[in-house]
């Protein structure tokens, strides 16, 4: 029995008694810190010698979905379970969408696929933007040093321009139109149905989401020239890109079509080990071949882990763990090549640059994204020109039903699964739901870990410390980055609280 | 041009699309944002903590939006505090005013909640059978904390007095621009009221029968909407696909029923209506023509109350009678 089960084992029968330990060690806490639907904290715990002994990164909120959608039709899952996440806005959606059209068995007509496809782009350059402009280009943009004052978005637009700051905005909302055009709803979106979609596009709709949709390529074209002339250009910023304090060695899974190329709407679940060595592939229900998901006492949040590389044992990187994670880097660990020309110009340089594959550096996730949004922006626009989708045929009409569907899809921060089992009338009986930020959570635990070890050291907590904290959470894009960061401030509140072993503060650091 | 209006903005137990909502205002949130001095966001935006709301004087906030619901201990001590430093409390969103699709919760005891996450989902491995803790101590030494799930979902007005109400799930951000104006200009209706339009979907909606010189008829047949496809200019309940635009307010602009899908809800009651999901289903049945037809409908939704409770179920007088309170 390893050393870590070991410990697991003991620490799993003093939580379950709830036992208040006298502790040792020195509590180092940041909260508040937000995630998916909102809150998260972080603890960092100092040895006697003042360096990290060890770090989590801690999910606060439970709501219980997957309990309460019992009782529910299938058709009513979609709207019901979008929910989950308000940024997020359309993938709790159309993963159950999908997996009601494996419940009653029927595939959508071309037309309702590209209308799905065209809706889903739609909402990934609207994210992707919102993301990286909020969150990923001010620690690069106005740098990683500057003042937290102006390390946001009102800094990042006094940096790269007023005209510039306002294109982006402008263009990004143009994605939300085509969302709400599609979907019903600008969030939380209704016109899904099992084998197709509710809603029909009108020529002048479609010419209209066309012009848009050339706009959107634009902005994602000068997103990847605002990288390109501000990180990848500049020596400083491209030592922390491949620096060793926010590297994580873990394996990687996302979505592939038939020739491994990138997809987001469909394909197979591709799995790689942390060596890059092919695990396997699966679609639908052989996810529970691959995945199990750990209770920890500690985290509202499971983890999960490949469990064809073993049992669970505990959260480590390296060359043999069998941790994983999910997202834009894993997309670019996982496909072959882009499936879009532009965006294949990208993938191209991206790993040039980098040389190795899996490229195990989490800033990679920054420029992933930036690829990404190139990537949907043409998309949208090959679609909004394909004839079909004016189609009046969107929807197969169920006419049985199976009684089980899974639908996989390749969420904004990865893959996403839904689950659920139904009777002969489609009403829910049991669900499972394993999330984007599930998947990463042990993967940010480690990348919190690395990086707080990286900047105490000898008990001296580096004035730097916040920020770079938050430069190895933000990379998974906690659904953090609600776009209110785009309002105002645009950094993460995060306060560092340092206390002696018995419990008084000895010294306090805010961001804010 | 008056002094900026001192603006607060609290996410509780919610999923952040009342946020972005906001967000989705784009140009008009900028203009907003020239009456509006935010003084606290959290915690998605980075001006203040929790710590520093406490230190605030009281009812040094105009204005604050709280969108969520209460789910656990952090969420009732920020909205407490909250409704201390505002003068004015708007419970924003279905979330806030009448408990969202979450609250649907409350439907099961907190033991089946858990146990399906934590112990029953198809691929959990959880040998020991343990549950996430309020209090731990990891490995012997390391004190972990996490907030305390509580007994119900609550709205923020069952916890503090809240000012107003907005519906919406998420409100519409063309309504929200509406509202911020009214708010800007000091144009607001007496406290304890709802912001709203005061008109049902179906004021809004083009398929009302009313609007083509037709009679609201009794409803033969119910169908869900795997049934077959409605016609995209009729009414829909007229069409037998259970729609609640009669009783929920208009807000939105009848979004769904612009893409050919029935409205659930998410507006709230229209005004004058206490408990949303008693009037869905007194007005529903009575628009059906005969017991058979009625029998049918409950056949086709026998999830009556997530069906017609989905956005208000903690609101609703049913929930409140069963599930007792903190
Ligand atoms: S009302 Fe809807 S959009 Fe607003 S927080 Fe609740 S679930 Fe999210
Ligand atoms: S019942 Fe529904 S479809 Fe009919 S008029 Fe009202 S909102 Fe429109
Ligand atoms: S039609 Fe009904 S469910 Fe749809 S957005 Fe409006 S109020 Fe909400």
Not at chain 1, 192 to 208: I, M, N, T, V, Y
Not at chain 1, 388 to 395: H, L, M, P
Not at chain 1, 442 to 465: C, M, Q, R, W, Y
Not at chain 2, 71 to 77: F, G, L
């Amino acid at each position: 029995m390893s050393k870590v089960t070991e410990l697991l084992k003991k620490a799993v029968g003093m939580c379950r008694g709830q036992i208040k330990g006298e502790s040792k060690v020195k509590k180092i806490e940041i909260n508040p810190m937000t995630r998916l639907e909102g809150h998260g904290k972080i603890a960092i715990f100092l040895d006697e010698s003042g360096n990290v002994d060890d770090a989590f990164f801690q999910t606060v909120e439970f709501r219980g979905y997957e309990k309460f959608l019992q009782g529910m039709p299938i058709e009513e899952v979609p709207r019901t379970v979008s929910t989950v996440c308000g940024v997020c806005r359309a993938v709790h959606f159309l993963c159950s969408m999908k997996a009601s059209d494996n419940v009653y068995g029927v595939t959508p007509p071309p037309t309702g696929r590209k209308l799905r496809e065209l809706f889903y782009s739609a909402h990934t350059v609207e994210d992707h933007t919102a993301i990286l402009y909020a969150l990923g280009f001010p620690d690069f943009v106005v740098g990683p040093d500057a003042s937290p004052a102006e390390r946001n978005l009102i800094g990042l637009i006094n940096a790269v321009g007023v005209e510039t700051g306002r294109m982006v905005l402008q263009k990004r909302s143009l994605a939300v139109k085509i969302f709400e055009i599609l979907g019903g709803k600008p969030n939380h979106p209704v016109a899904a149905l099992p084998g197709g979609w509710s809603k029909r596009l009108s020529e002048e709709e479609r010419a209209q989401i066309e012009k848009w949709s050339e706009e959107l390529v634009e902005l994602g074209k000068l997103t990847l020239q605002v990288f390109e002339d501000v990180v990848l250009k500049n020596p400083k910023y491209m030592e922390l890109v491949t620096g060793d304090m926010y590297k994580v060695e873990v394996g990687y899974m996302a979505s592939v079509d038939e020739q491994n190329r990138f997809t987001l709407y469909d394909g197979t679940q591709k799995v790689i080990d942390a060596k890059g060595d092919l695990v396997g592939t699966f679609t639908g229900k052989e996810y529970l071949d691959f995945i199990s998901e750990r209770v920890l006492p500690w985290s509202y949040l499971k983890f999960p882990y490949n469990k064809k590389l073993g049992s669970w044992d505990g959260i480590k990187s390296g060359p043999d763990t069998n941790i994983y994670c999910v997202g834009p880097l894993a997309r670019m660990n996982v496909v072959d090549s882009m499936s879009t020309p532009l965006a294949q110009e990208h993938f191209e340089k991206f790993h040039n640059t980098f040389g190795l594959k899996p490229v195990h550096y989490i800033l990679g996730y920054h420029w992933a994204r930036a690829i990404e949004i190139l990537a949907a922006a043409e998309k949208c626009l090959e679609l909004s020109r394909d004839p079909e989708i004016t189609g009046s045929d969107t929807w197969n009409k169920p006419t049985s039903c199976t009684g089980e569907g899974v639908g996989i899809i390749e969420a904004n921060r990865g893959t996403l699964i839904h689950h659920y089992i139904t009777d002969d009338n489609g009403i829910v009986q049991n669900a499972n739901l394993i999330v984007s930020t599930t998947h990463n959570n042990a993967p940010i635990n480690l990348a919190v870990k690395t990086a707080a070890k990286h900047f105490i050291k000898d008990g001296n907590v580096s004035e730097g410390l916040l920020n770079h904290v938050e430069m190895a959470f933000r990379p998974y894009d906690l659904c953090l980055a609600c776009a209110t960061h785009t309002v105002t401030a645009g950094q993460l509140p995060v306060e560092v609280n340092i206390y002696k072993s018995d419990g008084e503060i000895l010294r306090q650091m805010k961001n804010f | 041009m008056a002094e900026k209006i001192k603006f607060g903005f609290l996410l509780a137990g919610g999923c952040a699309g009342c946020e972005m909502a906001l967000v989705d205002m784009s140009e008009k949130l900028l203009d907003a944002l020239g009456h509006l001095d935010v003084v606290f966001w959290a915690p998605t935006v980075a001006d203040v903590k929790y710590k520093d709301l406490e230190a605030m004087e009281d009812g040094y906030i105009d204005l604050a939006f709280v969108d969520g619901m209460i789910r656990n201990t952090e969420n009732e001590h920020t909205v407490k505090v909250l409704r201390q430093k505002s003068k004015t409390l708007v419970a924003f969103g279905a979330c806030a005013s009448l408990g969202g699709i979450a609250a649907l919760g409350d439907c099961h005891s907190q033991e089946e909640l858990f146990s399906q996450a934590y112990k029953d989902t198809f691929s959990t491995d959880n040998p020991d059978g343990i549950y996430p803790q309020p209090e731990c101590t990891w490995e012997g030494k390391y004190d972990l904390t996490l907030p305390a799930f509580t007994n119900r979902v609550s709205t923020i007005d069952q916890l503090v007095e809240v000012d107003y109400f907005v519906g919406g799930c998420p409100p519409h951000h063309d309504f929200i621009a509406q509202l911020v104006q009214a708010i800007v200009s000091g144009n607001l209706p007496a406290k304890g009221s709802w912001l709203t339009s005061g008109k049902a979907v179906c004021d809004i909606c083009k398929r009302n029968p009313a609007d083509h010189d037709q009679k609201r008829l009794p409803i033969g047949e119910v169908f869900r909407t795997v049934d077959g496809r409605p016609d995209e200019d009729k009414c829909l309940l007229q069409q037998g696909y259970i729609c609640f635009g009669p009783v929920t307010q208009g807000d939105c602009g009848a979004s769904c029923l612009n893409v050919n899908i029935p409205c659930r809800g998410c507006g709230g009651p229209i005004p004058g209506v206490r408990d949303y999901g008693a009037r869905c289903v007194s007005t529903i049945t009575s628009s059906l023509k005969d017991d058979e037809t009625a029998e049918e409908f409950v056949k086709k939704f026998n999830d009556m109350a997530k069906f017609c409770y989905r956005y208000s179920y903690s609101a609703g007088i049913l929930n409140q009678k069963l599930t007792p309170g903190k």
